[in-house]
């Protein structure tokens, strides 16, 4: 939506208003935005605002900005984060960003984005594989249908729902399939960029093929994940902890059929009978920040575990952050079969 559809002038009246509410989509209040002569935001307008003049005095040839609500929330462009948590309590739906001259830049939808995190991001999508074959015979893995659309556009319109709006895409195998589906990712209101891989650089290599990031932290993932992880959460771990990097991680259960012996030299000393032990596993999302990028070489096969590894031998800070709800990798047919099945019970 284009700021100019959700503007109105000052002059205009409340059956011009009407009208332009009319035509309004795909937001979840129905809200214009009165404007002066110079441009700058003046007050917000929705249909309770009218309603309200029209049961005082049933004119709708009076002006909106006789009527309009001057106190209205907003806030400013900043690349800083920005915690909606707070409008969320004060049941504000639709969130205004004015530049300094109280230009009004673009809206924040409080029912459809989750967060607004200060971050770009990089998408794997360059792998073959193979083990969904004959599937990804001809078409990229990520390309796959998961629904009703395919699997790495739930990844990207998740990203979007958490304000991150500059992606870029690291392709080969069949990457042109990928480039032409979601072009620049205007469509989608974001900035795409695809990183073509010569030769297949591993699941962190590609990072350093970026000229610069704009931002200061950049998140990681992997194209063949369907998951409901939380970006936000995952975003304020790492800076609540002042890690360099953190990895989503799910749990993976190991269950012991029999009794595990606590042994001192060939002496028992205490077992338990069947017992269940849980690890944190990496789920293939990270969020790093950027001076590490400048230790991964570039052109070279480089896996995100190798950086790992180095950080913490090198006595930086690794946090995981567990995906509490669902999280599948969908690298082989059953995965693939889950998700397709999994997918038709969500709303």
Not at 103 to 118: A, F
Not at 125 to 152: E, F, N, Y
Not at 229 to 243: H, N, P, Q, R, S
């Amino acid at each position: 939506m284009k700021t100019q559809d959700i503007q109105i002038h000052k002059d205009k009246t409340i059956l011009d208003a009407l009208r332009k509410l009319n035509e309004i989509r795909d937001v979840s209040r129905l809200i214009l935005f009165v404007t002066n002569n110079d441009g700058s935001v003046l007050g917000s307008l929705t249909d309770g605002d009218i309603r309200r003049s029209l049961a005082q005095n049933a004119d709708v040839t009076k002006q909106v900005g006789d009527v309009c609500y001057r106190n209205f929330v907003y806030e400013r462009d900043i690349k800083e984060f920005l915690d909606l948590r707070s409008y969320r309590k004060k049941d504000i739906k639709i969130l205004p960003i004015l530049d300094s001259k109280n230009t009004l830049i673009r809206i924040i939808d409080l029912e459809k984005t989750k967060s607004q995190l200060p971050m770009e991001c990089m998408i794997m999508a360059g792998g073959r594989g193979k083990r969904l074959s004959p599937l990804t015979d001809t078409v990229p893995k990520p390309m796959l249908p998961l629904g009703d659309k395919p699997i790495i556009e739930h990844n990207i319109d998740r990203l979007i729902a958490f304000g991150i709006k500059k992606i870029y895409i690291s392709v080969k195998y069949l990457g042109e399939q990928i480039e032409k589906y979601f072009g620049d990712g205007s469509s989608k209101g974001i900035s795409i960029e695809y990183i073509w891989e010569k030769e297949f650089l591993g699941t962190a290599g590609a990072l350093a093929l970026v000229k610069e990031f704009k931002s200061e932290h950049v998140l990681l993932m992997n194209s063949d994940l369907f998951t409901n992880v939380d970006f936000e959460d995952m975003y304020l771990e790492l800076i609540k902890t002042g890690a360099d990097m953190t990895v989503a991680s799910t749990e993976y259960k190991v269950d012991v059929p029999f009794a595990v012996f606590e042994t001192n030299d060939h002496q028992v000393v205490n077992f338990k009978e069947k017992p269940s032990y849980v690890y944190h596993s990496n789920a293939g999302i990270y969020i790093l920040s950027k001076p590490l990028i400048g230790m991964i070489p570039k052109n070279k096969f480089y896996d995100i575990t190798d950086l790992m590894d180095k950080l913490v031998k090198e006595g930086g800070k690794l946090v995981h952050n567990p995906i509490v709800g669902f999280w599948i990798d969908i690298g082989s047919p059953t995965d693939y079969k889950q998700a397709q099945e999994f997918v038709k019970h969500l709303n």
